[in-house]
């Protein structure tokens, strides 16, 4: 029997996880504010990279994937994203900020040391 050809409308999750992860992460513990459009919460950076941050929240503010935030703190400024994955009490959001606000951010990110984890 002739091998199927790749159906090119279906997309394999793990080359879009893959390309998220382009960049190394970088472990941290970090308080910010995280704004959403209900309020604001206090939360912990666990770990970031180039473009994205894993942050931990005990809040009881709803976080779902495709939600928008704000993440700040004074080390970095504010900076925009969008909620990737979510497992209470561990979310991961992809930063969406340009500008000034993503040099200010990437800044903070290359004081940090590499982490060779493999931690999601």
Same mark, same amino acid.
């Given at each position: 029997?002739?091998?199927?050809?790749?159906?090119?409308?279906?997309?394999?999750? =793990?080359?879009?996880?893959? @390309?998220?992860?382009?960049?190394?992460? !970088?472990?941290? #513990? *970090?308080? %910010?504010?995280?704004?959403?459009?209900?309020?604001?919460?206090?939360? =912990?950076?666990?770990?970031? @990279?180039?473009?994205?941050?894993?942050? !931990?929240?005990? #809040? *009881?503010? %709803?976080?779902?994937?495709?939600?928008?935030?704000?993440?700040?703190?004074?080390?970095?400024?504010?900076?925009?994203?969008?909620?990737?994955?979510?497992?209470?009490?561990?979310?991961?959001?992809?930063?969406?900020?340009?500008?000034?606000?993503?040099?200010?951010?990437?800044?903070?990110?290359?004081?940090?040391?590499?982490?060779?984890?493999?931690?999601?």
């Amino acid at each position: 029997m002739p091998a199927e050809s790749p159906d090119p409308t279906r997309t394999d999750i =793990r080359s879009i996880h893959d @390309s998220r992860r382009r960049t190394e992460r !970088r472990a941290c #513990s *970090l308080p %910010v504010m995280v704004g959403t459009p209900d309020g604001e919460f206090r939360a =912990r950076l666990t770990d970031v @990279s180039e473009n994205g941050v894993a942050f !931990r929240s005990d #809040s *009881l503010f %709803v976080v779902r994937p495709g939600q928008r935030l704000r993440i700040a703190n004074p080390q970095f400024g504010e900076v925009s994203c969008i909620v990737r994955w979510a497992t209470p009490p561990r979310y991961g959001a992809e930063i969406t900020a340009s500008g000034t606000a993503l040099a200010h951010f990437k800044s903070f990110h290359d004081t940090l040391a590499p982490d060779s984890g493999d931690e999601p």
